[in-house]
């Protein structure tokens, strides 16, 4: 569900950046307050595994469109909806500025649309009451699939929203939003699906990685959480420089959408903040469309899994250790004006 830049004006670009901004600026908030070093490898990994996963497009039977992973009710359910924002805004930055998948100008709509519904509704509303304080098989595969399906549903009726807004006048509102809710539900629950499935593993592995997870010690985990982080690490290693290589080709639900009401997945823009916002995606994207040198092939996507992963891993990291040190200059002058007091 990249949006590229073509389907939405400056402003409301600019609208969406600042309601993205607003929302990180609660997470770093949150997050600075839990100081939880243990989430600090989780953000990384998940963040890497996350990003293999939207590699793999899989086919939607009888339609010629295809879907993939989102990850972001995933990630709220396992680090919780601040933390889980701040990793689906890494993962979608690399995949923007590396790949160039999604434009810059509309990266501010695309986390909108993909991470603050499934972390902040799926995660600190979905996960949260509907896992309950009994968390069990059941009650997980129920969120997983409610929140999958809800906030992919948001998330669709955003894109179609802001084009509106946006005066894209090749995509009428009405018909466009009848062609992008049913492909979005499908690929909703299909997500939901693969959501429960992973969740379901670390609730039996590792169940106290679950965010909102009452440990009573009745249920004892048969995995260590080293060794949990392994298996993701390892996963994340194979979907994205192995299994990728074999995702559909069919054009995704929003390109899909786009080719039925417009007969094109891609319009032409006008305009001096098209073009920076191309020139400098242009400068930044050195794998651009998952590719390495000219053209596509099998080991180009391979290669760029594994590299997507290890920067996010990298970006997830390096951003904890910096918001710990800020925090750890902020606690220090603190402490410095008790003294003087």
Not at 11 to 29: E, H, I, K
Not at 104 to 133: D, E, H, P
Not at 296 to 318: D, K, R
Request: hydrophobic share 50%; net charge neutral.
């Amino acid at each position: 569900m990249h949006m590229a830049d073509a389907l939405v004006a400056p402003a409301v670009a600019g609208t969406m950046y600042v309601f993205s901004t607003a929302a990180a600026g609660y997470s770093v908030r949150r997050i600075r307050l839990e100081n939880d070093e243990k989430k600090i490898p989780v953000m990384g990994v998940m963040g890497a595994f996350v990003f293999a996963a939207q590699m793999i497009n899989f086919s939607i039977p009888g339609t010629g469109s295809s879907g993939h992973l989102c990850g972001s009710v995933l990630l709220s359910a396992i680090l919780g909806p601040e933390a889980g924002f701040l990793t689906m805004i890494g993962v979608l930055l690399v995949q923007c500025l590396l790949f160039a998948d999604g434009g810059l100008l509309a990266l501010g709509a695309n986390i909108w649309n993909m991470a603050f519904y499934g972390c902040f509704i799926g995660g600190m509303l979905i996960w949260k009451y509907v896992t309950g304080k009994r968390m069990s098989r059941g009650r997980i595969a129920a969120a997983s699939v409610l929140g999958c399906v809800l906030t992919l549903q948001l998330g669709a009726f955003s894109v179609t929203l802001e084009t509106l807004i946006s005066g894209i006048a090749e995509l009428p509102f009405t018909v466009f939003l009848a062609a992008m809710q049913p492909i979005h539900l499908v690929i909703g629950l299909v997500e939901g699906l693969i959501t429960a499935a992973v969740l379901i593993f670390i609730y039996e592995t590792r169940p106290e990685l679950l965010w909102n997870y009452k440990d009573t010690g009745k249920k004892k985990g048969r995995l260590s959480y080293k060794g949990v982080i392994a298996v993701f690490a390892v996963a994340a290693v194979i979907i994205g420089g192995l299994l990728s290589v074999f995702a559909s080709s069919n054009p995704d639900g929003l390109e899909w959408s786009m080719e039925r009401v417009a007969g094109t997945a891609e319009l032409e823009t006008e305009g001096g903040v098209y073009a920076l916002t191309d020139s400098i995606q242009s400068l930044t994207s050195l794998l651009p469309d998952y590719g390495w040198g000219e053209g596509e092939s099998a080991g180009g996507t391979m290669v760029s899994g594994i590299i997507g992963g290890v920067v996010v891993v990298v970006l997830c990291v390096a951003v904890c250790f910096i918001l710990r040190f800020f925090r750890r200059r902020t606690d220090l002058k603190k402490e410095g004006k008790n003294d003087e007091a």
